[in-house]
């Protein structure tokens, strides 16, 4: 099972690797899109800074397909609509991981 947990510290990634034989990915921004791919995460060192100055997955790690993805959201709406931070990477990341389905 792939997860992406962007704030998550090695004590909680050891007990649920342990517990739940989970694995850990993050999302990549792809140069001249609006959709991110995700790569699992190996560790640190197989960390590059990404389009925005964030660090992310190299290359070098498997692109995977996450179970689970845990969204940044300022808040949502009665139709549940997300509200977020403006450039729509997770709303059309989300979209083509569903048609994809």
Do not use: W
Request: charged share 30%; net charge neutral; with cysteine.
């Amino acid at each position: 099972m792939q997860i992406l947990d962007l704030l998550i510290n090695q004590n909680e990634k050891d007990y649920f690797e342990e517990n739940y034989k989970l694995s850990y990915c993050f999302p990549v921004v792809c140069k001249n899109t609006k959709v991110m791919t995700f790569r699992e995460y190996i560790d640190e060192e197989h960390t590059v800074k990404g389009k925005f100055n964030i660090k992310e997955p190299s290359n070098d790690c498997p692109i995977v397909t996450p179970n689970l993805i845990l969204v940044p959201l300022i808040a949502f709406d009665s139709s549940k609509n997300r509200i977020g931070y403006g450039f729509a990477y997770y709303d059309n990341t989300m979209r083509a991981l569903k048609e994809k389905k």
